[in-house]
């Protein structure tokens, strides 16, 4: 249904048609997107993945000892000016993407450069966390906000995010960088409020 529904709003802007997956930590936001993608793309679309993960910036912003841990990822860690310049500002405009953009790799806390092809009438999903804050929300077409309760996303992560360390650090981790900043969103923006579509799980 959320497919045809997609697909009708694309007919509609005779452009490329920006769609957000929004969702906290945990919930589920790339699994459902790669579904969504699998299911417009059996509808004729042609479809792309992008992920706000890879529009960070390197560790030496995005952490400050000067400020608090959640801070620094709520308000340091997000390069949205590059993600609306480069792409989300020229699609609004009406132009399709045909260029090399960085992409951060953090295995080398660096960017990388890959090839972004958007065509016209083109679906962009956008894929992360914070997407109905102000600096960005603008340049989104259509808004789903994965709602998933605390307890079950943070028994998802600390199975996930092993990167991190064993589960008394990844629950640390949790606790005094991305809930606290997780909290601000929720208040600031109520996002499964605001969403065009909320799905709880």
Same mark, same amino acid.
């Given at each position: ?48 993945? @992008?992920?706000?993960?890879? %529009? $960070?910036?390197?560790? &030496? ?6 400020? =608090?841990?959640?801070?620094? #990822? ?65 340049? @989104?077409?259509?808004?789903? %906000? $994965?709602?998933?309760? &605390? ?6 992560? =600390?199975?996930?995010?092993? #990167? ?38």
């Amino acid at each position: 249904m959320l497919s045809k529904t997609i697909l009708k709003a694309v007919k509609e802007k005779n452009r490329i048609f920006v769609l957000g997956i929004d969702g906290l930590g945990g919930a589920g936001k790339t699994t459902f997107t790669q579904t969504l993608a699998e299911s417009l793309r059996d509808e004729g679309a042609n479809v792309i993945i @992008l992920h706000m993960d890879d %529009f $960070i910036h390197p560790r &030496k912003t995005r952490y400050d000892d000067t400020k =608090l841990e959640w801070e620094c #990822y709520y308000y340091l860690q997000w390069r949205y000016d590059y993600l609306i310049t480069e792409i989300l500002s020229p699609i609004q405009l009406g132009m399709p993407i045909n260029k090399l953009i960085e992409l951060y790799d953090k295995n080398i806390d660096e960017y990388s450069k890959h090839f972004l092809k958007v065509d016209h009438h083109s679906v962009l999903l956008l894929e992360g966390i914070f997407l109905q804050r102000e600096e960005i929300r603008p340049f @989104l077409d259509y808004v789903v %906000f $994965i709602d998933v309760p &605390k307890k079950e996303r943070l028994s998802r992560v =600390l199975k996930r995010d092993i #990167y991190i360390g064993d589960q008394r650090m990844i629950r640390a981790k949790y606790y005094k960088r991305y809930f606290p900043a997780e909290d601000k969103y929720l208040e600031e923006y109520a996002p499964a409020k605001n969403a065009d579509l909320t799905i709880v799980c």
